[in-house]
Structure formats: C-alpha cells, structure tokens
C-alpha cells in the first residue's frame, strides 16, 4: 500500500486494530537487559506525519539517531520488548517508514526510516515516552529545486479562461552519468496495472510519470515498448515514440513495425505486429511470452502456430496456444501463406525477423504516446494521422506529456484537470504551447485523463481526477548515487 490513499487506508486499518488509538500493544512483565520495557506502541497520522510513539515503563536512555548518506535513517534506544505478545518486529511498505524492530538481544528498539535525501525527522523524549515524527514526504530543494543528481522538479500555475491549472514538471538531464531512464511494466508480464508511485517504489527510482495508452480493460500497452533492447511491444498506427539510445541521448519519431517468417524455401510471409491487439482482421502478430502464458483468441478463419526454436511444434484453428518461453505464437487469418507455414514438419527450421522504421534495433529504450506536440521547435498536433480522434483533440483534460530541449534534456510534465477552481485541464493545442514555452523543441503527448500521474521518491505530486489508478507502464527515472528510493532491512531481525 505504498500509494497516499491506500497509506491512509492501511493506517486506519492498523488503528482500528488498536481500537481506535486506545488499545495498547502490552509486552509482558518480563524485564528487558536494560531494565526497561516497551509497553504501549502507537501510530498516528497527523497533519502530513506519521508520529510513532512507544511508551516505556522507564525513562529510555542511550537515545542514538544515525543518519548515514544513502542509507534509511534509524532510531533506537535501550529498553526493547521481549514478549513475542508485542507485534513490534514488523516490515512496512509507507512512503517513509521502513520497519520497526526489537533487538531482544541488546535490549534496543530500533526504528528503520526511509531516507532518500535530507529532510526533517523530528525525535522527542516526554518523561517515559519516545517521539518519532516523520514527515510523510520530504526532499531537499536547492535553489535549482534539484531532488537528485540531475533531476529538477517544478510545480507552478497558468491561468486560463475557463480557470487555474495546476502543473509539475520534471527536467531530466540524460548526460548526467548518474542518471538512468527506463520505461517500466506494471508486471513483468503484459496485462496487469499498478500506480506510478508502486512502479516508482517498486524500481526503486527516484521519480516517475504514467506512460503510454493502454487498453484499460486489461493493461495492455498500446504502442512500441523497448525496456532493455528487448522489443516489448509494436507500435499501433506508426505512432510516435521517444527513445533512448545506450549513450543516453533521447530522440523522437514516428514508428514503423515489420517483419517476416521465413520459410525454408525462402517464402516470407508478413508479420504486421508484436504483443499488440489485433486492429484488423488481415494482421498477423507475433505474441511472446511478455504477453502471457496463452495468445488471444484465435481469429475467425484464423490460425495460430506455436514456434520453438524456430521450429512449428503446434498448430490450432480453434482453441488459443500456450506460448513458450523459448518461443513465440504467430496469430493471424488462415491466409495460403500461413498454412504453408503450419504445414512446416519439426525438422525445417524457418527465419522471424522484426524490424523498426527508422532502425532501433540498437535503442536500449522506447516509450509510445501520440500524438506530436512540438516538432523541430514548433507546435505540431498531427492528431488525425496518428488515429486520435476529434473529440480527444479540443476538450480540457488532464494531461501528460514528455519532452525534449534543445540541449537533450527531457521534460516530464502533467497538467491536472476535471477539478473546477483547482485545475480545469488543458487541450492538445494548449499542451503543445506549453510544452514549446517550457524550452521543447520535440514534443509527444502521453496517456491522460485519469491515468496523468507523477511521483517522486513514491510521493504522488499531482492531484490525479481520478485518484492513484492502476496504469499499464510509466516513464522513470533512477539514479546511481544513492538518490532513489532505498529500502534497507536490518539484518538478523526477524520479520
């Protein structure tokens, strides 16, 4: 439950449990090495914290607060619990707490803060009581508001006519050596969603933002997806991309899939697409195990053949193919070429290949979005080529967007919308002005509406119209000096 609302959610479950804030977690009678026992543990929101309080039947001594470079902040005293009654040794998944744990051996309790940056933890003692408040989110800002190596984060307003809205904005320098950008699965597999702040924490990145569209049934992604050279998936309508090159350099185009399967007598027979829906009834797609463990439903008039090591070991008109994992299944209509194909024996390897228009085959990254924004330095919404439709292209939204500079640094930005007096959204035209003021000379849209999101260091900074909800992948951003988010676990504490 790392998300703010599933935090809250967690934690009214958790007070519940100690009867609304009353009820004490009681250790036993038996003395600790120190003397001194905890009695009472207790949780509590308040005004942007989280406030731990244990309650000692002493006054706690030898108080230590270490607060080490890239490593979580910790917390201990003398005076640990020794009863297994007293549910203290626990891992949390909060924004900012880590665990709580009793060394029984020492005679100390510890208390594991996630520490990503510096901020304000305050620790109080009050007679036999010990104080932790921790901020529920907290980065350092500079005076180039810089949250990590190479990372700025900006949060301002524009007015409009119709009234505010409400913008973050994340500027990326890819040169930096420390900084790292990758797309990012909800999954390891296709089909399952989760919110930015959970991919965020989840990568153990620093910030985030929500990717490309995506069928919301079922979070497929829809368009081109390369997460360490590994062709994810294909684009739909040659949509545009952003891409990542191995040195970091980011470049935007509009994308092209092909592809063939070779026969033994040197036959192609066409591949339109991988791990994509089918748009029309006349493509062929490629489904690898990234998909899942079965391919779709077979088309009417279909076939499916199932290739390991480039060799046909299963064929199927009716019921859908499991596909291996050191292979894939070719879907598509049962045209000549394709039964020619099934009819293969096991012996007679055949040839897939896959290629992008222009090559990327050597791109360590890509992300689809659509459609542009800005081009070459100017405002260019080519809705209608790439398929987005009128209504998408008029109407107050909320919406996210990725850019880049001139000097090759990349623009994270979202707009709040649907939120009348907050932030009333913006069109595709007005994200395209904005993007060109904000210094992009190449500009594509993201997914929007309820899927606009972004995170830092698990924080959600915007206010989506629809909550934290479940996307299909998203655009992060780590680093390699210690700036993301670290979990660091006690060892030889039990959980």
């Known amino acids: 439950m790392r998300a703010h609302q599933k935090l809250q959610r967690g934690i009214q479950a958790l007070l519940i449990g100690l009867a609304c804030l009353l009820t004490p977690w009681t250790a036993s009678t038996q003395a600790s090495p120190s003397g001194v026992q905890v009695k009472k543990v207790l949780f509590q929101q308040v005004n942007a914290t989280t406030r731990i309080v244990l ?3 002493g006054s706690p001594t030898d108080l230590n607060v270490s607060d080490q470079p890239g490593k979580p902040m910790t917390v201990s005293f003398r005076g640990a619990a020794t009863a297994k009654t007293l549910p203290i040794n626990r891992k949390f998944s909060w924004p900012n707490l880590s665990g709580v744990y009793a060394d029984q051996a020492n005679g100390r309790i510890q208390i594991f803060i996630k520490r990503n940056i510096t901020g304000t933890v305050n620790v109080s003692t009050e007679k036999n009581h010990v104080i932790v408040t921790i901020p529920n989110f907290y980065y350092r800002l500079n005076s180039q508001n810089e949250i990590a190596s190479g990372v700025r984060y900006l949060r301002f307003s524009e007015k409009s006519a119709q009234g505010p809205v409400q913008i973050n904005m994340l500027e990326v320098d890819p040169r930096n050596p420390a900084v790292d950008i990758l797309p990012a699965l909800a999954s390891n597999r296709m089909g399952a969603k989760n919110n930015v702040s959970s991919m965020v924490l989840n990568h153990q990145a620093v910030a985030g933002i929500n990717g490309s569209f995506f069928k919301p049934d079922v979070g497929i992604p829809l368009g081109v997806l390369i997460i360490n050279q590994e062709l994810i998936s ?8 952003l891409g990542i090159t191995t040195t970091n350099e980011l470049v935007m185009s509009r994308i092209h899939l092909g592809g063939e399967v070779i026969l033994p007598d040197g036959r192609p027979i066409r591949i339109h697409n991988i791990n994509q829906p089918r748009v029309q009834a006349n493509t062929t797609v490629v489904y690898s195990s990234r998909w899942g463990s079965m391919a779709p439903k077979v088309p009417a008039n ?8 480039n060799r046909v070991t299963a064929v199927s008109n009716t019921n859908p193919l499991p596909i291996p994992k050191d292979g894939v299944v070719i879907s598509g209509p049962a045209t000549p070429e394709l039964q020619a194909l099934a009819a293969q024996p096991p012996n007679r390897p055949v040839r897939l290949d896959l290629y992008t228009l222009p090559d990327w085959s050597g791109m360590k990254h890509a992300i689809g979005g659509g459609p542009w924004l800005v081009k070459k330095g100017q405002p260019f919404v080519d809705w209608s080529a790439q398929h987005f439709s009128s209504r998408s292209l008029g109407t107050r939204e909320p919406r996210s967007a990725v850019g880049i500079t001139a000097d090759g640094k990349m623009l994270l930005v979202t707009v709040d919308g649907r ?8 069109t595709l035209y007005e994200l395209a002005y904005l993007m060109r003021k904000l210094g992009a000379v190449d500009a594509m849209n993201l997914d929007g509406g309820s899927s606009t999101q972004m995170s830092i260091y698990g924080k959600t900074v915007n206010t989506p119209s629809a909550g934290n909800v479940g996307v299909s992948n998203s655009l992060l951003i780590r680093t390699t000096n210690g700036d993301n988010v670290a979990v660091q676990s006690p060892s030889g504490f039990s959980r």
Do not use: F, T
């Not at 294909?234 to 991309?241: F, S, T």
């Not at 279909?302 to 090591?309: F, H």
């Open 55 to 57: 309650e000692v039947n």
């Open 234 to 241: 294909g684009p739909i309508y040659d949509r545009v991309a």
């Open 302 to 309: 279909g076939l499916q053949i199932q290739l390991r090591d």
């Open 419 to 426: 939120q009348k007096n907050v932030s009333v959204g913006m």
